[in-house]
């Protein structure tokens, strides 16, 4: 068989062959993926380990890489919406409100005060789920199993909500440009005032399972630290970022949708390791449920929940029977007959794992001319190799799992 | 001269724990899954019989239909060998457990224990130490990187978890002089048990336990989040269903040994007086009750702390046996040593 048919020899195959330990132990390859219970997801590493320390990690990713951004350019605005629910679909609502807000910095529209306040709750409680989701999968990483399925009754309460705000669960695909496509049942309202009452109390009994565990401490603290320069010059936002001790907030330094009505402060953690950022999530819970309890409180009386900008929003199905007003707005909404200046504009919100960002270039098309998605995870998964350098195999998956690196969003 | 009825009776008595043991450990994998579900705030099994009884009989069922998967391994015996030793060393400690004191049964004494050796605690651990041969083996015929790393894992927890046990008995066995697990039970009657004279070496042999049956936090040889399935990742059908049950029968055995060395065996408040005035037979059947209530306590226990609590890291779990629990256990036969000849110490100290 000539040499060309052969398979390329991986770079490790001949670090292998170079390098004997002085004992006559050998490296070895170890193939941490595309498909390992760990990964949450489909990503694969291949590792060059000593026993089982990692000396040198190679990540690949786009396993399941979807194009969105291609796709993108081929759908009317309103339509990219059920794109952004699957890329961290642990947070989709942060997702399709940063879409929406996007389109309304686009458009200058100015949305109704009350209409934020919801926006800022469901926001809030995709914030829950994703720090729910991602501390307790750490704890089942790290083998307690328990804690996970406990909290993860509450998360199906939040979705619960979500099917009350919009009929979807995971994927919600919520809101419109200038608002939400209905006003919220009294059932959503009532269904958060449950979760408010019930969640805090399980999530402290969570809490109280891990913070002081001895094990978890030993396998999380110094475990997977990164520096704040370091964090900082990967480009890490959000939580992972603030557990190095930098209070970067987009819901502070460029608030959106009235976060700067409320009140709350941002957690920092010290040295960037794993504890911290579960110590930063769990404060991060807490922000999040006194949030919604000030916009409960705060929200403004009557039942505005969308601007009216009949140019962009769908009129109700009635009306575009019997009024011909309402028939030729939702014509030209559908054929995409809209205005849309020609602009450049980014907008980032807060997401679930970090700053999830739109850049938006439009060529007053009804379609995109260009659209970027700003994705943490796509960012934090870069940093990984160098993180799990010289750690041991036990390390690598916690470290993974406190990163909260999310496939779909990586791959988007 | 052996008589043929000794040796119908010794075979009644065999098969008798053979089948309590098998029994056990599947309604083990049942009452884990309960258990779980409980802490968890599930339901559980509940479809197959009521309450889900009839769930290990339909795993079994299952796991016998299910194909037979070999991995691309030049060791396909090894592999076949691999859940056999892990099974049969399970089953075989059984042997020496005194399940109860005797009962009269047509004229005869039986004794309720199918063999009375005097080194039944070498034995049990003899024994125990050939059962990772079974993990070894098997992890290493998968050729399978996860599968052998779980195998090398399971292997260094073992033999090193093993010393420290090992260890925390000497300062039992100083105290009782006997090796016989019979003695030490008859020792241990009218609530002398073990547990209150060494608490300390119950500790560490409670904890050696979790690692010498690879539950959590000492499940490093499994722990699929790192190692997919660990040693028996590469196993299915029956194989597959032999580990597992290997597993819950060690499990079984070593709650039996914990009650019986430390918590009196069958012993309970009050056996004197029952079977003085009620009957031999009645107070020796509930002396078998009491072993299987603190037996069921024990497995009941692994599984509390299995569905709680984290588990160890490779190197920390190597920490805590060499640098903590085997000092600690040499300090216990110091301490042991000391109380047992305090008076000769005095004489010498001229007091």
């Known amino acids: 068989m000539s040499e060309l048919l052969l398979p390329p020899e991986h770079r490790y195959a001949k670090i292998i062959k170079e390098k004997l330990n002085e004992d006559g132990s050998e490296l070895s390859v170890l193939n941490l993926g595309p498909t390992h219970p760990a990964t949450h997801g489909i990503f694969q590493n291949i590792l060059l380990m000593d026993g089982e320390r990692i000396l040198e990690a190679e990540p690949t990713i786009g396993y399941i890489h979807r194009a969105f951004e291609k796709i993108a350019e081929n759908r009317p605005f309103y339509q990219i919406t059920p794109l952004t629910d699957r890329m961290n679909y642990c947070s989709s609502p942060i997702n399709n409100m940063g879409w929406w807000m996007t389109l309304e910095k686009l458009l200058n529209i100015e949305v109704p ?18 720090h729910l989701i991602c501390n307790s999968i750490l704890g089942v990483d790290t083998g307690a199993y328990t804690g996970f399925l406990y909290v993860f009754q509450f998360r199906e309460k939040i979705y619960e909500i979500y099917e009350e705000i919009c009929g979807a669960r995971l994927t919600t695909n919520m809101g419109r440009i200038g608002g939400f496509e209905r006003d919220w049942s009294p059932a959503a309202f009532e269904k958060l005032d449950t979760f408010l009452k019930d969640f805090p109390a399980a999530w402290k009994e969570f809490e109280n399972l891990f913070e002081r565990n001895r094990i978890f401490l030993d396998r999380t603290v110094n475990v997977g630290a990164i520096s704040a320069e370091q964090a900082m010059a990967y480009g890490f936002t ?38 911290d950022r579960f110590c930063v999530r769990n404060a991060e819970i807490w922000e999040s449920l006194s949030i919604i309890r000030q916009a409960l409180d705060k929200m403004p009386a009557g039942n505005e929940y969308h601007a009216q900008v009949p140019d962009y929003y769908l009129p109700p199905k009635e009306d575009v029977y019997n009024s ?38 439009t060529d007053g098309s009804r379609t995109p001319y260009r659209l970027h998605f700003r994705r943490p995870c796509f960012i934090y998964y870069q940093a990984y190799p160098e993180m799990i350098k010289g750690a041991l195999l036990s390390d690598a998956i916690v470290i993974l799992s406190s990163l909260n690196v999310i496939a779909g969003e990586l791959d988007a | 001269m052996v008589d043929n009825v000794f040796i119908i009776e010794k075979s009644v008595v065999i098969v008798i724990v053979f089948a309590i043991t098998m029994i056990m450990a599947m309604y083990s994998t049942w009452a884990e899954r309960k258990v779980a579900a409980f802490l968890q705030d599930r339901v559980g099994p509940n479809r197959a019989g009521w309450g889900g009884l009839l769930q290990p009989l339909a795993d079994g069922m299952k796991l016998f239909s299910k194909e037979e ?7 396909k015996f090894l592999f076949i060998v691999g859940p056999a030793i892990a099974m049969s060393t399970a089953l075989m400690t059984s042997a020496v457990i005194p399940w109860g004191d005797r009962l009269h049964v047509f004229g005869r004494d039986v004794l309720l224990q199918a063999t009375d050796i005097n080194i039944a605690l070498l034995y049990i651990f003899g024994v125990l130490s050939v059962g990772v041969y079974g993990i070894m083996i098997g992890g290493w015929a998968s050729n399978n990187k996860f599968s052998l ?11 090193s978890y093993e010393i420290a046990m090992g260890l925390s008995m000497i300062a039992l066995l100083m105290m009782t002089g006997t090796m016989s697990l019979k003695e030490i039970t008859i020792q241990q009657s009218g609530m002398n048990w073990n547990v209150f004279y060494q608490p300390l070496s119950f500790l560490i042999f409670l904890i050696c336990s979790f690692a010498e049956t690879n539950r959590t936090p000492f499940d490093l040889a499994e722990c699929e989040s790192e190692l997919i399935g660990g040693y028996h990742t590469e196993y299915s059908s029956m194989k597959m269903g032999f580990y597992l049950f290997a597993e819950y029968a060690s499990m079984f055995i070593s709650a039996t040994i914990i009650s019986v060395l430390f918590f009196g065996g069958y012993n309970y408040p009050g056996m004197q007086y029952i079977v003085e005035h009620v009957g031999v037979n009645i107070g020796n059947l509930l002396g078998i009750a009491a072993l299987f209530v603190k037996i069921c306590f024990f497995i009941f226990f692994y599984m509390w702390v299995r569905w709680t609590i984290p588990r160890f890291r490779y190197d920390q779990l190597m920490h805590l046996g060499w640098r903590i629990l085997i000092p600690l256990s040499i300090v216990n036969i110091m301490i042991t040593g000391i109380v047992i000849l305090r008076s000769e110490i005095a004489v010498f100290l001229g007091f």
Do not use: C, W
């Open chain 1, 113 to 130: 005060k009350r209409a934020q306040y919801l926006r800022v709750i469901v926001m809030e409680l995709a914030r829950i789920t994703d």
């Open chain 1, 238 to 275: 959000g939580p992972n970022l603030r557990a190095a001790g930098v209070d970067y907030d987009v819901r502070v330094a460029h608030p959106y949708s009235s976060y700067e009505d409320f009140d709350f402060i941002v957690p920092v953690g010290k040295s960037g390791d794993t504890y």
């Open chain 1, 324 to 361: 011909m007003e309402s028939l030729i707005y939702h014509f030209k909404i559908v054929m995409g007959e809209v205005p849309v200046p020609v602009a450049e504009i980014y907008h980032p919100v807060e997401g679930g794992n970090g700053e999830i960002g739109f850049y938006l270039v």
């Open chain 2, 69 to 75: 998967f070999f991995p691309n391994t030049p060791n």
């Open chain 2, 149 to 159: 790393m779980g195998a090398v894992r399971a292997a260094s927890q073992m033999v």
